[in-house]
């Protein structure tokens, strides 16, 4: 396996790494990559308490730590029962993880999020999927060469029975519509759709440069500006404001918008938050939480 060219498509930051390794393929081979680039890094893993495996899985990532020659950090946390489990873990997740962490997402996971996105109606921001909020150095390898690189290091790794449950709506994408597309289209459509969100995210930009112009809480401001503009400015205030940096779906920023022209005193939004109106004003509060599909975070 030739190691150079994938990491010639890998985006490793400058200075030591924190990697956060779960177990699984993506991310071991993260970590092998980064040693075989002979770079400085952690390996930070986290114990969720969620599975009955979860102390067989740090063993494991401790041993591929002493096998690497770095150092190991074994993080535990608590999440407790409700609805959105997944969202919940993935915050509880980063609350202990180093603000630089790396995670192995790679493009079959950006794809992903494209279609889970597009079908919830998340906007422009959900589509282009930039996966920018942490640092994703292997976002461009695919989901098989991660696991080949795994494979000829002789590494077995984790496999989370949540990415084979196919309650959760993202394991259906990626074992059903995936697959369909495929079919349908004749061609692997990973790498289309990864064009397509980086393309959309090149429009996405000149929208945001806008909106970032906007008090996003001021009725009149919005009301004035394109709608492109508008809604944008507020799917971000809305994303940067709640604890899960979720976006909004459409239907929720639709509701928004009513609030914004006045024909709504308020509304909830998807995430279990409630936008309401006083004075030309917009202010977000949290209420009771209306569960939405977990899904399953590689």
Known sequence: ?????????????????????????????????????????????VDHGLRPSASTDADMVDAL??????????????????????????????????????????????????????????GPAGVAAPMARVRRPILRLRRFETEAICGAAGVI???????????????????????LIAELFDRDPVPLINRHADL??????????????????????????PKAVATEALRAWI???????ATPDAASIERVMRVVDGSHVATEIEGGHRVSRSKGRLSLDPVDPDPVDAEPER
């Open 239 to 245: 994303r940067t404001s709640t604890p899960d940096g």
């Open 157 to 179: 790794p984790i496999t989370d029975e949540h990415n084979l449950d196919p309650s959760f709506t993202r394991v259906r994408i990626r074992t059903e519509l995936l697959p």
């Open 1 to 45: 396996m030739d190691l150079a060219a994938l990491l010639d498509r890998c985006d490793f930051p400058d200075g030591p790494l924190a990697l956060g390794v779960s177990g699984g393929a993506d991310s071991v081979a993260m970590a092998l990559l980064a040693h075989e680039a002979d770079r400085e890094f952690t390996i930070w893993h």
């Open 65 to 122: 730590a002493s096998r690497l020659d770095v150092g190991f950090e074994l993080r535990e946390v608590t999440v407790a029962a409700g609805g959105h489990l997944e969202a919940r873990a993935r915050t509880a997740r980063y609350a202990v993880l180093p603000a630089d962490v790396c995670v192995g997402h790679t493009a079959d996971d950006r794809a992903e999020t494209v279609l889970f996105n597009l079908l919830r109606g998340a």
């Open 200 to 225: 959309l995210g090149d429009v996405l930009a000149v929208v945001q440069d806008h909106a970032a112009e906007i008090d996003p809480t001021d009725t009149g401001a919005l009301a004035a500006a």
